[in-house]
């Protein structure tokens, strides 16, 4: 009979269809990637986020590795390590006991330090602006709205402020950012500790989310009298001016490296899971710039990976904290560095 | 069905110029309400073209995105495009067989209740907004064992799969019983007619429909922020492993400050669109040639 | 009108004469995708259902109308009620827009638009349904939202400021009101598709004799077109609805975020779909993961009841009016 060919034409398609499923998925497995070498998954703090992308070259031509890595916000790195889908998580937030308990077996390793900068948009004003905890906790609480407000001009004495509406850009994402400018604000403002708490997400009373860094960066950027807080990478690289904030000695300290490697002086020894606290310092540290923060890295203690995250990890932390400077990341302490190698060590298959 | 104001005192002749003026009234509104439309719609696409056309260059398909680049050094979003092809593909690899048979099921197998019910599932389906086909698949596949291309891909497949088997149902109707009673009266199994009578008759319509479901499922990006997001930058065309897609590409980039990441969403938005314009108006056309076909049998 | 009901010895196919191999593998490999299929749409509900369990375990139906939404550790409540009122206002002023657009271009396609306009026009708005809603969403961020902000809020808020809907105007156009007019755009072709379609299928003998009589062409449509139409109308207002609640990525990407509601349009906010694509890659809590899905599970109620109301409603119409089945497009 006449196309009696059709039926094998038609199951032909339908199998052949089927099967470019099974074909892709086993040449994909043969297919070469450019990098023929083991692929390092990680996600997690935008924070440090700058940082790592700095690496994926370097670390690449030194063991062949192919660094991986998703700035998907802190929380967001603990959930991904925590069910294994990545092979390390980063965080700016230190673990909490439920957290290590979720996560089953994982260690804590202090990869980086950096500062939260306090970033505005105020076209016109061309210095630096001064700022204090307090009056900064007032403004995040939406009670002081404008910028030619009396708290601010105290602080800034000579510089005529406009009476431009604050906005205010906070992150929408669970963010290890979000951790440790809201510990900072909880430290010096008991009003913000009661209302509103520190965590990797509050409740902001005011103002618009952006997702990441690049995200409230991107608000701040786009709308004038805007406020938002990132690391300070993100304010330098988008040309975005920064508060000099008041800390505990009474000067002005900037989120540079300096400031940084002084509020690290304050907490030289980190706990038992390897976290430390260097937010509002003491007042014996003059430089300290009051909103600084160590950044994380989360590894499980056991893995598949053992041997080649070790050598990424003891990289990152002696060679990788070169690439830092530049990027304003002042390379860890030499205490932080010896309790960070010891832990690496522990990592085994 | 009522025929309200339409007689006595309703089509009074000496409204007669009002009736006129409000009906002139309406007819514009109408117009403008078209216009409207189109404007929209114009808008859009120039933002895109317009936009998208300055940053438009090769190195966007060829060359992998650099995060945080000091230099200027040129960059662009394989990784996407090459993990949407996979992505795309392998959903409808998944979706094309089981929508033919589950529409070759329902029109030639199946008694009148389980056609009205498995129908009114698909409906269901295609209802099922994007983001809880996200929800679904995250908890059901991506929990304690990770993301991967082939899991974004299943996402999608739930989606398209709804499309296809309706396209082919609607061809399948079409398909006139002679036929089917002529391959049966000479002596064809059933079996037999269906793959190789009837079936042939309805490839117009079945590739109209997946062309308009791939359409539909190459800007999806809610399904693939669960499954398939935490990517790296080089190229992969490894389903096991979560692939960058173009749609999450544009989603991520829309949101940085920097207007050169901008820059480059605006030009794979344009490459997107371009795609699936093409796609859309290809199916339809096809859809109306192969109706008329059909019909004209 | 299936192939069963042609002949006798296909309507028995296991009695009376030989069993076929192939009738059989056909019918069963078939029907198994078929009810794999419909397995899929259970699968999806129970699984959505399974992961808020621990949210509706901890918080029951109360949940579904408390308004918070507090992550801070050791202070976690959250609860649906200000996303639920960001949806309902999204999508309700976004429907009140997108209808009479939408019942505008019907009509001009159906009735007013001269032969060689018709089908280039209807193209192009079935090719606005097309474009993907990132990319509406990216053309949101960068281009309507800005737009917006400067021209329209700022202007409205000086003029009518003293209402609490038009408050202060938005930072860099992200607001409950760019999310609105976004909505209104991906809806409004859906919406209009189908009501063109609903309105080519009036009986033309019908939209005759009404102008036989006299009538203008706006009173046949009203006195004819728009009752005879009417539950198909309802059916696609309704569909419009469920789009629009379910849209997540172009209203994440436009609408701001926020957890609390205020009354000031051009304020930000979420909505049921945009809270979980906003959080969606991780929470700290497993509380936290499952109220999301929770929120994923009053979304999926809602497009269920969305969805298979206006089913009900196409089959009522269609039985009313006699179309057998498959007679519409």
Known sequence: MPKSGRPIRILTVLAAAAAFAAVAVSTAGASPARHAGTTITGAGSSFVSPLVAQWITPIGAAYGYELQYSAVGSGAGVAAITSRTVDFGASDAPLTPDQFTACNGCLQIPWALGATAIMYNLPGVKNLLHMDGPTLAQIFMGQITTWNDPAIAKLNPGVSLPSTKIAIAHRSDNSGTTFNFTDYLSSVSPAWKSQIGSGVAVNWPVGSGGKGSSGVAALVSQTPGAIGYADVFFAIHNHLSYFTMKNRSGKYATPGLRGMLAAASSDQTPDANNALSIVNPPAKYPNAYPIATFTYVIVPQQSSKAADLKKFLFWAVTKGQTYGPKLFFQPIPKSVLVVAEKTIAKIHS | MSAQGLTGPGLRLDRLPRRRRVNRLMEGLAWLAAAIAIAILGVVVFSVAQKGASELNLNLLTKPPIQFSLTNAPQGLANAFAGTLVIVGLATAMALPVGILVAVYLNEFAPASIRNGVSMALDILNGVPAIVIGIFVFGLLVVGSGQSGLKGAFALSCLMLPLVARATMEVLALVPNSLREAGLGLGVPQWRTTLSIVLPQTVGGIVTGTVLAVARVAGETAPLLFTSSLVGTQTSWNPYHALQTVPVAIFELSESPDPADHARAWAAALVLLVFILIASLAGRWLATRSRTKMLAR | ?329
């Open chain 3, 1 to 329: 009108m299936t192939a069963l009901d042609l002949t006798d010895a296909t309507r028995r196919p296991f009695t009376g004469r030989r069993v076929r191999f192939g009738d059989v593998a056909l019918q069963v490999v078939a029907g198994a995708a078929a009810a794999a299929a419909t397995v899929l749409v259970g699968l999806i509900i129970w699984k959505v259902i399974d992961g808020a369990r621990p949210a509706i375990s901890h918080y029951g139906l109360h949940f579904v109308w408390r308004i918070a939404w507090n992550p801070v550790l050791g202070r976690e409540v959250y609860g649906a009620g200000s996303f639920l009122f960001g949806t309902a206002i999204t999508s309700l002023f976004a429907l009140c827009l997108a209808a009479p657009l939408a019942m505008g271009i019907a009509l001009f396609l159906s009735e007013l638009a001269p032969r060689g306009v018709r089908a280039p026009v209807t193209a192009l708005v079935e090719t606005l349904a097309a474009v993907p809603s990132v990319v509406i969403g990216l053309w949101g961020i960068l281009v309507l939202g800005p737009a917006l902000r400067t021209n329209i809020e700022s202007w409205l808020h000086s003029a009518f400021g003293f209402i609490p809907l038009f408050g202060d105007p938005s930072q860099a156009g992200a607001s409950i009101f760019t999310a609105i007019i976004v909505l209104t755009i991906m809806i409004l072709p859906i919406v209009s598709s189908i009501s063109r379609e609903l309105f080519l299928g009036v009986p033309p003998e019908l939209k005759e004799g009404a102008l036989a009589l006299g009538t203008t062409r706006w009173e046949m449509v009203r006195g004819v077109v728009f009752p005879y139409a009417r539950g198909g109308i309802a059916a696609a207002l309704i569909l419009g609805l469920g789009r629009a609640v379910g849209e997540a990525i172009a209203v994440t990407q436009v609408i701001g975020g926020g957890v609390f509601i205020h009354a000031n349009l051009f304020g930000g906010g979420d909505t049921l779909a945009s809270k979980i694509a906003a959080s969606y890659q991780g929470s700290s809590t497993n509380l936290q993961t499952a109220s999301l899905v929770y929120l994923g599970l009053i979304l999926l109620v809602f497009s269920l009841l969305a969805n298979i109301s206006a089913q009900l409603i196409v089959r009522r119409v269609a039985r009313r009016h006699g179309i057998t089945r498959g007679g519409h497009a």
